[in-house]
Nanobody, 119 residues
Framework: QVQLVESGGGLVQPGGSLRLSCAAS????????MAWYRQAPGKERELVAA???????NYADSVKGRFTISRDNSKNTVYLQMNSLKPEDTAVYYC?????????????WGQGTQVTVSR
């Protein structure tokens, strides 16, 4: 089992910045990758950024060059630094962890944190 707790959401003006944090606990050695997803009202949940245990990152085209995903293994925490925020970035952001037990992969999710970009 893996538990995820997000923090750092809020209201920010267009062009501003926010940093989201996701603290992981539980069976940490089973985690193979962590990611941030987001879901805007009336839309499907989408991948924003992901990072593997080896440090390989992947970003949605819509956030490349503006968002950065990173991890601090000493704190068991993954971050999403969001710069140059746009109104279309408004969504609930969810932390995700993929854990592997033998040949089976499991998805774990945080409770979500609201990010609102507006004047």
């Amino acid at each position: 089992q893996v538990q995820l707790v997000e923090s750092g959401g809020g209201l920010v003006q267009p062009g501003g910045s926010l940093r989201l944090s996701c603290a992981a606990s539980g069976s940490l050695s089973s985690i193979s990758a962590m990611a941030w997803y987001r879901q805007a009202p009336g839309k499907e949940r989408e991948l924003v950024a992901a990072i593997t245990t080896g440090g390989t990152t992947n970003y949605a085209d819509s956030v490349k060059g503006r968002f950065t995903i990173s991890r601090d293994n000493s704190k068991n925490t993954v971050y999403l630094q969001m710069n140059s925020l746009k109104p279309e970035d408004t969504a609930v952001y969810y932390c995700n962890a993929v854990a592997q037990y033998y040949a089976t992969l499991y998805d774990y999710w945080g409770q979500g944190t609201q990010v609102t970009v507006s004047r």
